[in-house]
């Protein structure tokens, strides 16, 4: 995990949204939904839940005042379950073309809010094991979402107050 938070430290500049995409119902597709919940439990404000439809949050998260937007979401990579990656816009866009769960690709996504705002866009996915309706988040899983959520608190100024709404908060 190393190589990971120096990625992080790296990546995390200016204002960071983290964004936190799956279907709650699930299993494992909820871990990037419940490590955004997590984070912003502990007091990150700029968390935005957009559950199964990230397309419909591009216009405000390209127009959010965001230097940095980090994805996070399940991610099929033929890795372990709970294996993690991190990538950069152009990266998602690669490895992620058009085919999706989502109405666009999370690499359309990308580019769409690269384009139109100057924010550089990342994705910390998690290879999920199981995404059975009804089930719970697996072991393997969960244990990664718990160590990506302190290194996220380690490295995010948490407590802080947003500079803007852009999102639900409860």
């Known amino acids: 995990m190393q190589n990971l938070r120096d990625e992080l430290r790296e ?3 200016g204002r960071v949204g983290l964004v936190g995409i799956g279907n709650p119902d699930c299993g494992d597709d909820a871990c990037g939904l ?9 007091g990150y404000p700029d968390v935005i839940l957009a559950e199964r439809t990230p397309e ?5 998260l390209a127009r959010g005042g965001y230097q940095t937007l980090v994805f996070l979401d399940a991610v099929r990579m033929g890795a372990s379950p709970g294996d993690a990656v991190f990538l950069k816009g152009a990266e998602i866009a690669t490895r992620y073309p058009q085919v999706s769960t989502h109405k666009l690709s999370l690499g359309t996504i990308a580019r769409l809010i690269e384009t139109r705002a100057p924010t550089r866009v990342f994705l910390l996915g998690v290879q999920p094991q ?19 959520r302190d290194l996220l608190v380690e490295l995010l100024p948490i407590g802080s107050k947003p500079l803007a709404v ?4 409860s």
């Open 34 to 42: 419940r490590l955004a919940e997590a984070v912003r439990d502990l």
């Open 56 to 60: 419909h949050w591009t216009e405000r």
């Open 166 to 169: 852009c999102g639900e908060r």
């Open 130 to 148: 199981a995404v059975d309706y009804g089930a719970q988040l697996s072991a393997p899983v969960q244990a990664t979402l718990e160590v990506l």
């Open 11 to 13: 990546s995390l500049a």
